[in-house]
């Protein structure tokens, strides 16, 4: 089969490697219909994290079911199914508690494991990992593509508002405009959100928040954005989304954050160390929660609302390749040229 390759920073390849099979009686075999490239794919792409040449790449996917091992009960040959960016068996500790992403067997596609960005995927604990989509959808193609996001980025942007407390009639200022950022946006609306702050800086980005639910944006960024929120809202906004995961986003987050309100934090943190303005997080009573997304346990719920009609976050996805333009696909997203990209194998 094609699956996609990393070589070295700016290097990935589409390259024929061996087929999937069953290793494990709990394992399935999947064959990929939809895929995405990351913006946390970028960081490995850039050579800000340390990649070995051959490891897989793609985290994001959802496919039909070609065969299950022995002991697979939840799924059959034949169902469409989607996956949260990480494997989780189900029943440890953590799983039971909602947090698939610590699960003590689990782990996240690609590197070592089997990738998302090619045309079939082992999926190890198939019965704690993957979700079945309902047959109603199997031949809606913009439906599908709705629940593509699911397998991370609206979940992502889910788990930040859950995180800071998004609730009706909460104020809101979500930091970033990237595919997290504008998923934070549709998250906070979705739980009821009375008045969201999208802080970017590019307009067609800025035109999907408002078409989510943003209210308000701050283009600037640093002191100037921190000032800006401060003036527009008395004082800060009681919940911040940050989405972006640098040191300049955090101290924009806890800048502009309302004494005794929260953050939630999603954005995967990069650079060389992040130095935090502790002082006004104690002396404000301002709380900092969040980390990975367990996306397994948002799925469902999310799932049903978009099946319904009710959540869309598609708008996201401003670019389709096929496999072979994988790579291309990550040129355009590290360029800025677009937001994120879909993959049809």
């Known amino acids: 089969m094609k699956a996609t390759v990393y070589y070295a920073p700016g290097d990935v390849r589409v390259e024929t490697v061996p087929d999937p099979t069953i290793q494990y009686p709990t394992d399935a075999i999947v064959r990929i219909t939809h895929a995405c490239i990351c913006g946390s794919d970028l960081w490995f792409y850039r050579g800000e994290e340390e990649w070995k040449p051959g490891w897989r790449t ?41 947090l698939q992403t610590s699960c003590v067997r689990g782990d996240f596609w690609g590197a070592t494991n089997d ?36 397998t991370d980025v609206m979940s992502t942007g889910h788990h930040a508002a859950v995180s800071a407390g998004v609730k009706l009639g909460s104020v809101v200022a979500v930091i970033g405009d990237g595919a997290v950022g504008l998923c934070g946006v549709l998250a906070a609306k979705r739980l009821g959100a009375e008045r969201i702050i999208i802080l970017g ?75 935090f303005n502790l002082s006004r997080l104690f002396q404000q009573n301002i709380t900092l929660r969040g980390g990975v997304a367990p996306a397994r346990a948002y799925i469902p719920e999310l799932l049903v609302d978009t099946v319904a009609g009710k959540l869309d976050a598609s708008p996201v996805l401003d670019l389709t390749v096929n496999l072979e333009g994988v790579p291309d696909g990550y040129r355009a997203m590290d360029n800025r040229e677009t937001i994120k990209v879909m993959v049809r194998p």
């Open 58 to 98: 793609g985290h994001e996917w959802m496919g039909i079911v070609e065969e299950v091992g022995s002991e697979v009960q939840t799924v059959k040959k034949g169902d469409r199914v989607l996956a949260p960016f990480a494997f989780s068996d189900g029943s440890c500790e953590f799983c039971n508690k909602g």
């Open 201 to 275: 800086r590019h307009e067609s980005r800025l035109e999907i928040a408002r078409h989510f639910g943003a209210t308000d944006e701050v283009k600037s960024r640093g002191d100037e954005a921190i000032a800006a929120v401060q003036e527009m809202t008395h004082g800060g906004v009681t919940s911040v989304l940050e989405c972006v995961g640098n040191e300049a986003a955090m101290t924009t987050a806890i800048g502009i954050a309302r004494p005794g309100g929260t953050i939630g934090y999603v954005g995967v943190p990069h650079g060389s160390g992040h130095n």
């Open 115 to 150: 990738g998302g960005q090619a045309e079939a995927i082992r999926c190890p604990l198939a019965d704690g990992t993957l979700v079945p989509i309902p047959q109603s959808v199997e031949n809606d193609d913009a439906l599908l593509t709705a629940i593509l996001p699911l």
